[in-house]
């Protein structure tokens, strides 16, 4: 009898169950069973399934015509012959130690229970787990839901052990239908003595690339929705009878989540949706705490409103104004010592309408640029997406921050008000933005000779004051928006480098430079740029990439003649983008790292072969590539 039986259900992912079943095979914990369930693939994965099981008889294949994933759970289930269960998706991996760390966890506790952090697979890309991060930030033992409530976003199936007497116990089975893993994995929860949590990652929740492929990337289809909606009844129902103080946090979490699905699906199925799921979408929502209905923000909170009342062409409506950026509610405060703050809009309640915990600093810049030697600055400061006519005038100040040592340089500080403004957003679509215009001037003469020598990095901040209000933060924009950064400037022996970092930061660099870029455009397909080195030592330099996500490297050639250096990269030759957005920094490599700094003010963007590449700035004024 083995210790552990590992349950593999798949449908038609040739491509991912062959790196799936190998992770498997390769844990460090061997004494295991692998029970594959194909349920009713089309395609050749049943065939890689099976030539695996020659060379390897713990792995077993049963096959079922197509019934959907629950059914092949179960299946899988009834004929597992381990202590402890697991369940892995035909499409994910595992990484090798992961069993072998929650079997030994629950054999030293003797907790029902052991589940661990995740990491999303996209391409060979790993990056953290939004909905696990937090929850799995330190181990912990023997503890339980209750006690740890972050664990409500813990409802996936395959990132634990479960201890098969305590499965049986519970008479734990699946649902036959989509989004059968949530009220399984929260009735463990809730219904185990002990869980043990571990903040090692276990398991790697694969991102697909084909559109269309899996249940996540169907989540607006009818019989998708009703699925997921019939999930979180159930789920809902469980924590009501067995967890009634974890009801709040799950609300929160389907609010913001689940809603927002079914707000866009119900939105685009025209003036006649399916009666049924309205139903069950009012059926969950009258349930709510008025305590989860403000957790969140505004705007969403009035769609869902709409929706709760069966509104739907006023949703629709809502939902379009909110897509385009136009639904932006006149606030105002009441109250003397302790100020509230409301938005108003005529199709949700006053009950529903308190924004104190929404208003925000949101800082941008529409220019910046130097002045005979001073750098000047125009931007605008909005309090989140409101329309702010009566605030009338706020107090705005600006300054710079030493990060290291919390040094400040005030640049200005006056009252203004409001004022309607067209922002162009990334996508090229004019959105109306009511925002506090704000101007500022930097003089270098302003850092003493020490602040020059720290070469430390200084962040752009902006506060607005007034009416009970006190909100400040950085200034920040999209990277790939204007305006352009200017060059760096020189003093006393020390580069003055405006910047903005990967998350639109604007900030002051304060560095020296062993080489600098003088020339950066891009060619007929190929980044070129050139420059001059300070000390071009014995060897030959090379110029490297490296990807800032996971640290992959790309090198190619760099010229010399004396001090100038040329270099020329074909960007066709760049490795595929890995998520959204992948960065390259800019490296001369000889023997060691040189960061060039990039004293031209030309930010060029290229597109090559359907890929759009933008030449920019990193947060220390060295050369990045970045493609999106």
Known sequence: MPVLSVIVPFYNVEKYVGPCLDSVTAQMMTDLEVICVDDGSSDG???????????????????????????????GVSRALGRYLAFVDGDDTVPRDAFRRLVSSLESTGSDLACGNVMRLHNNLLVPSWAHRQAFAKPMEATHITRHPLLIRDRMLWNKVYRRSFWDRLGLSFPERMYEDQPVAMAAHVGARSVDVLARVVYHWRQRDEPGTSITQRCLEPGNLRD???????????LERGAPKLKPDFDRDTLDIDMAVAVEAVAAMGPAPDPELIDLIVRYLDGVSREAWHSIPFEHRLQVHLLHRRRLDELADAFDQARAGRLQPRISATGVVRKRWYGHHPWLPADLSEVSDELGLVARL???????????????????????????????????????????VRLSAAEATPTWESVEQEDGVPVAEH???????????????AQLARCGHWDLRVQLRGYGLKLDG??????????????????????????RNHRGVWGLRLRTAQAVIGECRVDDGDLVFSGEISDVGDGDPVLRLRRKSDGEEMYFPVELAGRDFHARVPLADIDESVGTESCWEVV???GKPIRPLVRTRQRPVATVADRRFLVDRAEDGCLLLAER
């Open 435 to 449: 925002a506090f215009p704000f101007r500022f001037a930097f003089d270098p003469a302003m850092l003493s000779p």
């Open 588 to 590: 001369i490599d000889q």
């Open 366 to 408: 529409v220019s910046l640029e130097w002045r005979d030697g001073v750098l000047t600055g125009v931007g605008r400061a909005a309090v989140g997406r409101f329309d702010m006519a009566e605030l009338r005038r706020l107090r705005v100040r600006v300054w710079m921050r030493e990060r290291k040592t919390g040094d400040v």
């Open 474 to 499: 950085r200034v920040a924009g999209p990277r790939w928006s204007p305006p352009l950064i200017p060059a760096p400037r020189r003093r006393a022996g020390v580069w003055l480098v405006p910047v």
């Open 45 to 75: 994965g049943p065939d890689l399934v099976l030539a695996r099981q020659a060379d390897d008889p713990r792995i077993s294949l049963v096959r079922q015509r197509n019934q959907g994933v629950g059914r092949a759970r179960n299946v």
């Open 228 to 238: 997921r909606l019939l999930s979180v009844l159930e789920t809902s129902a469980l």
